[in-house]
């Protein structure tokens, strides 16, 4: 099965396997670093996550905590659930672990200095020109890019042969790398007169953005306003698929990585020795 994720091709039929991400059990991510000791992964520990790597383990170890952490957040945010009893809204955490605004800001930021450190060791071969939008003007908050993931694994030629190049995606970084920097921007952009407007869209509130002067609306019900054409109106399910693009593709390129990386099988896209 094709397991896929193209976020901006809306006619392609099936997107995305939302259980390859729920599936991920935490005892999953249990990792040796050079230090040959087993540490637990955990919310709090990522922060502190040394992302210097030296040893192909030490890559491993900081790819399979991206992958953990960005799954975690995933799930924090998806499982908050608000349940609208009359007139009074009831913010029910299902999660016990309870993120706020500026730990998330903190965490995407370190996912992004993290996944920016290990880049380097991985060629991408992706030949496509990225187009820097100022998400701020077009109001084209919380965008993703499309992937299609390579399922050939090792017998891709790509990994022997350095000529070859493949249409689908394997270490894509900057790809990436872009979404995190436009979720992380979007999230600001949306906090800027309040620091619980993120939370307050995930608990089913309308946020409207502005495109004339960038600023945030928020109400109640639809009811309130007429939206006009310098209003975007903020999906909450765009954002929820923004963590899960980002979790999915970590996800896959750390799958692709440990393959190479843990079996020692040469790889022309990875600078490990
Ligand atoms: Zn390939």
């Known amino acids: 099965m094709d397991l896929d994720w ?12 939302d259980s390859v991400i729920t599936n991920i059990k935490d005892s999953t991510f249990k990792n040796k670093p050079s230090e040959n000791k087993l540490v637990e992964l955990t919310l709090e520990g990522f922060l502190n996550m040394n992302i210097e790597v030296s040893t192909a383990q030490d890559l491993l170890y900081v790819f399979n905590y991206l992958t953990f952490i960005s799954n975690k957040i995933r799930n924090i945010i998806r499982n908050r659930c608000s349940l609208n009893l009359s007139k009074i809204k009831v913010v029910k955490e299902l999660s016990n672990e309870k993120i706020i605004y500026s ?36 109001g084209k908050l919380f965008k993703t890019s499309s992937y299609k993931f390579c399922t050939f694994k090792d017998s891709c030629k790509i990994h022997k042969n350095k000529n070859k190049v493949c249409d689908k995606n394997h270490f894509v970084f900057d790809m990436i790398l872009l979404d995190l920097s436009n979720l992380i921007e979007s999230i600001e952009i949306i906090s800027e007169n309040d620091n619980n407007n993120f939370f307050h ?19 109640s019900s639809y009811n309130e306003k007429d939206i006009n054409e310098n209003l ?13 693009v980002i979790s999915y593709v970590f996800n896959r390129m750390y799958e692709e990585a440990y393959l190479f990386l843990n079996y020692n099988i040469f790889s022309e896209l990875i600078n490990m020795n």
């Open 201 to 219: 869209l995930i608990d089913d509130y309308v946020l409207l953005y502005n495109i004339t002067n960038n600023t945030v609306e928020k109400y």
């Open 103 to 138: 730990e998330l800001i903190q965490y995407l930021n370190k996912i992004y200095d993290s996944t920016n450190n290990i880049k380097k060791y991985f060629n991408s071969k992706y030949k496509k020109e990225f187009i820097f939008e100022n998400i701020k003007n077009t």
């Open 232 to 244: 975007v109106f903020i999906d909450k399910n765009t954002v929820y698929k923004c963590f899960d």
């Open 6 to 17: 193209c976020s901006n091709d809306d006619t392609s039929g099936i997107l995305f396997n």
